[in-house]
């Protein structure tokens, strides 16, 4: 069964960070093109970063404008898991957060998504 289960999220005051991690079951991430997505209470799901490999290298990876130099997304092939490095986190960043699968083949199609995991930034 596919699956993609994330965690890591919490409450966290404002300036702190967290690690959210987003662990594969039934497919080998770094065969996908990946991305981390967010929505927040009363928007839209908008993306916050998102990754292509080529022969297990990184090729192409593209941060939202509000997140590029605080967040980073790496990934541990052993273990099957993709991480997100939030650091230097702001109110503004409370929202749901999930991981999606998928491919690009001039835009971004992603088939497989997680349940989400919370965060709040918040003193």
């Known amino acids: 069964q596919l699956q993609l289960v994330e965690s890591g999220g919490g409450l966290v005051q404002p300036g702190g960070s967290l690690r959210l991690s987003c662990a594969a079951s039934?497919?080998?991430?770094?065969?996908?093109?990946i991305g981390w997505f967010r929505q927040a209470p009363g928007k839209e799901r908008e993306f916050v970063v998102r990754i292509r490999w080529r022969n297990s290298i990184t090729y192409y990876v593209d941060y939202e404008d509000s997140v590029r130099g605080r967040f980073t997304i790496s990934r541990d092939n052993a273990k099957n898991t993709v991480y997100l490095q939030m650091n230097s986190l702001k109110p503004e960043d409370t929202a749901i957060y999930y991981c999606a699968a998928g491919s690009y083949n001039g835009r971004y199609k992603f088939d497989y998504w997680g349940q989400g995991t919370q965060v709040t930034v918040s003193s």
């Open positions: 039934g497919l080998t991430l770094d065969m996908y093109t």
